[in-house]
């Protein structure tokens, strides 16, 4: 029982914390500025990308910006609901990876340690290994799928 509860409370975390941060960066939350606010809008999000990524070409670190955030709301959404959990945990642990490298290469190796950037990744990983997700969507449908055979 301990380990269920531990894996759906690793999935939700991971979840929220993806759909939440990535719903800010649209305003979902507040303007810029408030305290419970990382973003606010897209410029100051964008912004924080391109300095992250310096070390790219300014497009390419834009480009990046989008289809992190596109793939930061999707994950976030598929492990809230527990539905294709193992490929949105091994998406999870590779997106916050690459953020991890590219914020050692940028700010030092201590910046993603101090944000806990390879805890999220390792976490991720460590959820994509579990054999059976109890209480999502995945969980659910193994069973429809079981009983009509």
């Known amino acids: 029982m301990q380990k269920r509860i531990a894996q759906l409370y690793l999935r939700l975390a991971l979840g929220t914390g993806f759909t939440l941060l990535g719903l800010d960066r649209f305003g979902f939350w507040g303007p810029n500025g408030k305290s419970w ?3 606010g809008d897209w410029t100051h999000f964008s912004a924080y990308a391109r300095e992250v990524m310096g070390f790219l070409p300014g497009q390419l670190a834009n480009f990046l910006a989008v289809i992190a955030t596109i793939a930061e709301i999707s994950i976030g959404i598929l492990l809230l609901l527990g ?3 193992r490929q949105a945990a091994i998406g999870s642990a590779i997106l916050t990876l ?6 050692a290469i940028t700010y030092g ?3 993603p340690i101090n944000y806990s950037v ?5 976490g991720s990983f460590l959820l994509s290994t579990q ?8 969980a659910l449908f193994d069973q429809k799928n079981s ?3």
């Open 147 to 149: 009983t009509h055979q």
């Open 83 to 85: 539905w294709l959990t």
């Open 98 to 103: 690459c953020f991890a490298i590219a914020m």
């Open 37 to 39: 606010v990382s973003w």
């Open 109 to 111: 190796i201590t910046s």
């Open 118 to 122: 390879f805890t999220v990744s390792a």
């Open 131 to 138: 054999p059976i997700h109890r209480w999502s969507l995945d």
